[in-house]
């Protein structure tokens, strides 16, 4: 039986010219998605960096351009959709009402579609992290009342639920302030609940981006940049090391017992993971749910190979350690580095950092050895250290550490291994 296809964007931060980063990348993510021949487009926001109407009109060309017969369009306004100018006033209500009519889609809030027998639903608002919580009772009212009628109309099938911002404390990304409180309280109402959800830009390679629990939530990941919650060394802020090398998106295929959520790196042009398709069951029922944080217990803590070589180099007053990757059944996501220096013969512990390892990157430029610029701003030229390298992966698990003891070089002293700009 032929599925029900439903296409997934968001955050592009885009402004209206093919020549900007965003911009060329929904270019690409369209023109991979179109020979798919998507029933449904789901935009969860943050299409715009900043309220540029033309930014709007340029989507809605570059969809009528890849795509016949055009998708119905189910998409909700982010944060960044809404940004003005300073001597600006913001209206959100207006902008809102100038995205739908741009785009071609109709003007409600929460905007709701039957498509091929199943329920999709936006919801957008204008709280915006000035209150309490990232939507307003009124709008989480509404949106209740929305999901309620497509589980009346159908109690079995699943209710797609397109917000910016994520449930709060479900997929990688929810657990700050970029989670709301209010839409947990009333998803955890409705198993039918799929939600997807944007705005924190992580990589789909990531498992974390998927969750279930009483629902179901999914991290779209983003067309602009890649971040991380996970705060690391060698990140700038939330941003991860060559992120703009993550372009991803996702497409749905909805069969009558279940459905297949495909995830690719469109700078790639590949299918991330195909052999780890997350699939979900129709009905969902929560005591059978797959994708639980219980999946901690069932995965292994990455492992060097006997032979792994760790060293130090020194360049340009910088300090690298340089080391084979350890190895997982999925990949090592992280690396815990702890510092000790030789004190009276005595080992003692300088400090410790953590680094995010290669993962999501293209894969031209994933598995090799890993290279990263130590604090060397903090350690003593001239003495000898004990460098502990632990690997870890997505949900925790960490391994046995790799350990290097050298004497590190003597000179004026060491730069700062943190990173001044994401692409470092």
């Known amino acids: 039986m032929k599925p029900l296809k439903v296409a997934v964007i968001s955050d592009s931060q885009a402004y209206p010219t093919l020549a900007d980063w ?40 570059l969809i009528e351009k890849h ?23 913001r209206n959100t209500d207006f902008i809102y009402q100038e995205m739908c009519s741009r785009i071609g889609q109709k003007h409600a809030d929460p905007l709701h579609e039957t498509v091929g027998g199943y329920d999709f639903i936006a919801l957008s608002d204008k709280a915006l992290y000035e209150n309490d919580d990232l939507y307003s009772d009124e709008k989480i009212f509404l949106l209740e009342q929305e999901i309620c009628k497509s589980i009346a109309r159908d109690p079995q099938k699943p209710v797609f639920v397109v917000t910016h911002f994520h449930p709060f404390d479900t997929v990688i990304g929810s657990h700050g302030k970029s989670g709301s409180k209010k839409l947990r309280a009333l998803f955890n109402k409705y198993p039918q609940v799929v939600s997807i959800s ?52 996702m497409m749905i295929e909805i069969y009558p017992d279940h459905y297949d959520i495909h995830r690719y790196n469109v700078e790639d042009r590949r299918e991330i993971k195909p052999d780890k398709l997350w699939q979900v069951p129709i009905p969902y029922k929560p005591a059978n749910a797959k994708y639980t944080s219980e999946r901690k217990n ?24 340089i080391f084979d990757p350890a190895q ?9 580095v702890k510092i000790f220096e030789k004190v009276q013969g005595e080992w003692i ?60 070089p003597k000179n004026n002293g060491y730069k700062s291994g943190k990173p001044t700009a994401p692409q470092e």
């Open 22 to 61: 965003g911009m060329a990348n929904l270019d690409k993510a369209l023109s991979f998605l179109a020979p798919m021949q998507p029933d449904v487009l789901l935009m969860a926001g943050d299409l715009a960096d900043a309220t540029i109407y033309e930014v709007f009109d340029l989507y809605h060309s």
């Open 198 to 249: 944007g705005h924190t830009h992580c990589p789909l390679d990531d498992e974390r981006c998927i969750w279930q629990g009483e629902f179901t939530t999914i991290n779209t990941s983003s067309l602009a940049y890649a971040c991380t919650e996970d705060i690391c060394y060698n990140m700038c802020s939330v941003i991860v090391p060559f992120g703009r090398e993550v372009l991803n998106c």
């Open 67 to 89: 795509f016949n017969p055009v998708p119905v369009h189910v998409g909700c306004a982010g944060n960044h959709d809404f940004w003005t100018p300073k001597d600006v006033e």
């Open 328 to 336: 997982h059944e999925d990949f090592t996501h992280f690396y815990n």
């Open 298 to 321: 069932s995965r292994t803590a990455p492992v060097f190979a006997p032979d792994a070589r760790a060293v130090i180099r020194y360049d340009f007053g910088y300090l690298y350690l």
């Open 349 to 408: 512990f300088k400090m410790e950092e953590r680094y995010l390892s290669d993962f999501y990157r293209l894969k031209n430029f994933t598995g090799n050895y890993q290279v990263y610029k130590l604090p060397a701003e903090n350690m003593t030229p001239g003495e000898e250290y004990r460098i502990e390298i632990y690997p870890e992966e997505t949900f925790g698990n960490i391994g046995s550490p790799l350990i290097l003891e050298r004497r590190i």
